[in-house]
């Protein structure tokens, strides 16, 4: 019996193992939930929030896909394979928001090295994986965004069942307009164009009718929760429950967006302000916090907009909320069930967003400018009446983003506040930890996406293969986890998740964060920063709004050294200068283009997917990973 198979069977042996439902949001702002401050309507999440913890401080990574490799394996996306989103790193200005600043935001360097394959790499083992060795059933729906092709399925790593939307994002309703003539997909829209999936190992070659991604999702979770009733299994499960929504584009039942008619018709800043007072009265953020201003010189001021640019972008935020409050029904139906059944009490449930809210005007990007506008134009209604629904297609933009991340500053693909700062709240069942009984409670304890793993493995009663570093799994070696139990902390034995020493990094796309303790310094190229080191005391200015960088400049230095250990120790390719001068460029190592395994957009690629596989060169570097 293996080390973790004889940790198993000890707690087996102290009574029946927890279950697991971790719940992931896509690109849910922070105060979107009702129990967080939001007007939304979210009584099941409020629920569990009200019965478990919510946390203030909690982070993910800046996007998506990112953070959910680090919610799978405990580690940073550095290591396990996704550095950056694969969309970003294959082409070198696809987040570039002009054609001026593409220098800034290329991601030349990143192709070919390791850390940024695009899928879970086999230098880290899996959660689920760890999990179904140790007898737990584990169960997938929803987005998975960390890999396309079929050795990289949420089945080949460690899910027995699986309903996994592959790429970033797609049609909620999987709606794709009959092309015309020589009319191709614009180049921005070929990796949302098609809501491609597989089920247990194989591609699903037709959705089920009528479809919309989160009650699909809620759906499946539901039937494999049956079956699972059904078969006797008394296995403990785990559920990966992980939703596209409230991701572009935009779209929601009209039963859903009509809760919201005339809601947000004072536009984003009253918004900013309602969330904020509601904020303080719940006690989740300090009665004098100072907001960071609103950052969004690329777009109109509210009241620069005419009467028509108003109502529809009103319009596009209260689909937004349908969306929301959508996920919440699904929630609602999966944790009724568990209730109904007599396993709610023993099964650990959590919800987070993997990033901030989405506030990129894709309007003003030079990718969306031009054959996208005019794509769209021909082949969706954007009319008012008909914007929520299959064929149209809208995001909502940085004003209606900052609202959601107020007090923080900027928004998703950010490394400041408002692009790693997410809401998480948890309901724990009592025999686990003594804070299972504080209901309600609102902790301001430092915790990242990372923790989640550790946190599970602790509870199930398993330990990691690889503690040290120096451990293998499957014959071959495999990374530490750099995430920490949250357990101690529930059951109150320890006063924090992480020492006051901890050294946390973030990187997406160039832009950089290092935070110790109540310290952070930020790196934000132009335009929406000044592309230098900037550092905050976030104790007294949660907002990032007042900048100590010249003020303290030892400091900053020790902070900076920070930054530099967590590159040597993550293998982060820096895009800019001043986060890795000794750095030597690696431009010419890979052409632009060609970095994604499966172009399953093209004509006939779900047909005979083996023909749109690209092999995939390697290239190596040194990195000490822990």
């Known amino acids: 019996m293996s080390a973790s198979q004889a940790s198993s069977a000890t707690a087996g042996a102290h009574g029946k193992r927890p279950n697991f439902l971790v719940i992931v949001a896509d690109d849910l702002g922070f105060s979107d939930l009702s129990c967080f401050g939001g007007e939304i309507r979210t009584p099941n999440l409020d629920r569990l929030a009200s019965n ?112 996994a939307h592959l790429p970033a994002c797609s049609n909620h309703y999987a709606y794709e307009p009959q092309l015309e003539g020589q009319d191709g997909i614009p180049e921005f829209m070929t990796m949302s164009f098609i809501a491609l999936h597989s089920e247990d190992g194989e591609y699903v070659k037709e959705l089920p009718k009528p479809w919309y991604s989160s009650n699909g999702y809620g759906d499946k979770m539901l039937q494999y929760l049956k079956d699972r009733k059904e078969k006797g299994d008394e296995r403990p499960f785990f559920g990966y429950y992980p939703f596209t929504a409230p991701h572009w584009p935009l779209q929601a039942p009209d039963e859903y967006i009509e809760h919201y008619k005339g809601v947000y018709d004072d536009g984003p800043d009253v918004l900013r302000e309602r969330r904020l007072q509601r904020m303080k009265e719940l006690g989740l953020c300090p009665e004098n916090v100072e907001p960071h201003p609103v950052v969004a010189d690329e777009v109109k001021k509210w009241s620069d907009l005419k009467a028509e640019e108003k109502t529809k972008s009103c319009k596009a935020m209260e689909v937004f909320a349908a969306m929301v409050e959508c996920i919440d029904a699904n929630v609602g139906k999966v944790v009724s069930y568990l209730e109904e059944t007599g396993e709610l009490d023993n099964t650990f449930v959590c ?147 992480h020492p006051t020493d901890f050294i946390q990094g973030w990187e997406t796309c160039g832009r950089a964060a290092v935070r110790c303790g109540d310290w952070k310094i930020v790196f934000i190229p132009r335009p929406k920063g000044p592309e230098k080191w900037q550092m905050y005391n976030l104790a007294k200015d949660p907002g990032e709004v007042h900048d100590l960088a010249e003020q303290d400049p030892e400091r900053l230095e020790r902070m900076v050294k920070m930054w530099d250990q967590y590159v040597l120790e ?57």
């Open 52 to 163: 478990g913890l919510r946390f203030t401080d909690f982070h993910a990574a800046a996007a998506c896909s990112p953070s959910r490799a680090m919610l799978m394996t405990g580690t940073d996306h550095h290591i396990a394979g996704l550095g950056n989103l694969i969309e970003w790193t294959n082409k070198s200005g696809q987040n570039a928001p002009s054609e001026g600043d593409s220098k800034h935001w290329s991601t030349a360097p990143q192709r070919g090295m390791p850390g940024y394959e695009g899928y879970l790499n086999e230098r880290v083992v899996t959660l689920p994986e760890l999990l179904r060795d140790n007898g737990y059933l584990t169960l997938m729906a929803g987005k998975w965004h960390l890999g396309l092709t079929p050795e990289r399925f949420p089945h080949k790593r460690g899910f027995e069942r699986s309903f």
């Open 351 to 497: 919800f987070m967003s993997d990033n901030g809210a989405e506030g990129a005007a894709y309007e003003a990007y030079p990718i969306v400018q031009g054959s996208m506008i005019q794509h769209l134009q021909k082949y969706y209604n954007n009319s008012l009446e008909n914007l929520g629904r299959g064929n149209s297609f809208i995001w909502y933009g940085p004003r209606w983003a900052q609202a959601a991340t107020a007090p923080s500053r900027l928004y998703k693909a950010f490394t400041t506040e408002g692009g790693v700062r997410v809401p998480f709240l948890a309901q724990i069942p009592k025999s686990l930890a003594a804070k299972a009984n504080e209901k309600g409670t609102i902790t301001p304890t430092f915790s990242t996406i990372m923790d989640l793993a550790p946190t599970i493995l602790d509870m199930a009663g398993i330990k990691h293969p690889s503690p040290d570093g120096n451990g293998t799994y499957q014959n071959r070696p495999v990374v530490s986890m750099r995430g920490r139990s949250m357990l101690p902390f529930l059951r109150g034995t320890q006063d924090s998740i």
């Open 570 to 626: 993550t293998g982060v390719v820096p895009l800019a200068p001043a986060l890795g001068q000794w750095l030597e460029a690696t431009e010419a190592q890979m052409p632009e283009d060609v970095w994604m395994e499966y172009e399953y957009w093209k004509e006939g690629a779900r047909q005979e997917p083996e023909k749109f596989r690209r092999p995939q060169p390697r290239f190596t570097r040194e990195v000490k990973a822990m």
